[in-house]
């Protein structure tokens, strides 16, 4: 199986700042990686898929990249409607997994 | 735009079997190319994928409860279902399904249900 790792675990980050969250697959998954923001009693919203698409309606502030085994995905200056857990996953061949997560909260 | 709704029982006991279903609006699930998944979250917790059935019918699950899941699907119905046997307190989460995109990405998902295991 494909294991997911997230660094950090959690970010304590202040209104304008730059974020960036590594995400690490256990073995080479190509492009197929995809980020999601959650908020608390929500369910996860897509944010990026296929490491650096952008998925519609979400705000350009978010960028993800990578390939292989290490990506990233980028907040370029957070708002406060960008605190939240993001989680990202992990598609290739037939299985799915996600990473723990990595919390962004109020600095 | 489509829409998914979980729906199912809140509380099931320990060593019974956990059935939810899942209904899909906006669209239909035998168009082609979409993996029709379950996805749970353990209270406090990240994501863990159950398992999904495609279009065509064939399913895929986590090897790690693949003993106990079963996904089918009623496209008459235009709904997919989960069934996990043999839950014990270690299975109660909140349970999602969702729709798997062209590049295996979750672009959306129901609003999720928990399940309390429970005597």
């Known amino acids: 199986d494909i294991q997911m790792t997230q660094s950090p675990s959690s970010v304590s980050a202040s209104v304008g700042d730059r974020v960036t969250i590594t995400c690490r697959a256990s073995q080479g998954i190509s492009s197929w990686l995809a980020w999601y923001q959650q908020k608390p009693g929500k369910a996860p919203k897509l944010l990026i898929y296929?490491?650096?698409s952008l998925q519609s309606g979400v705000p350009s502030r978010f960028s993800g990249s990578g390939s292989g085994t290490d990506f990233t995905l980028t907040i370029s200056s957070l708002q406060p409607e960008d605190f939240a857990t993001y989680y990202c996953?992990?598609?290739?061949?037939?299985?799915?997994?996600f990473g723990p997560g990595t919390k962004v909260d109020i600095k | 735009q489509v829409q998914l709704q979980e729906s199912g029982p809140g509380l099931v006991k320990p060593s019974q079997t956990l059935s939810l279903t899942c209904t899909v609006s906006g669209g239909s699930i035998s168009s082609g190319g979409y993996y029709w998944s379950w996805i749970r979250q353990h209270p406090g917790k990240g994501l863990e994928w159950i398992g999904y059935?495609?279009?065509?019918?064939?399913?895929y699950y986590n090897p790690s409860l693949k003993s106990r899941v079963t996904i089918s699907v009623d496209t008459s119905k235009n709904q997919f279902s989960l069934k996990l046997s043999s839950v014990t307190a270690a299975d109660t989460a909140v349970y999602y399904c969702?729709?798997?995109?062209?590049?295996?990405?979750?672009?959306?998902w129901g609003q999720g249900t928990l399940v309390t295991v429970s005597s």
């Open positions: 059935i495609y279009y065509s019918g064939s399913t």
């Open positions: 996953q992990q598609a290739n061949s037939f299985s799915f997994t």
């Open positions: 296929a490491a650096s």
């Open positions: 969702a729709k798997g995109g062209d590049l295996k990405e979750f672009d959306y």
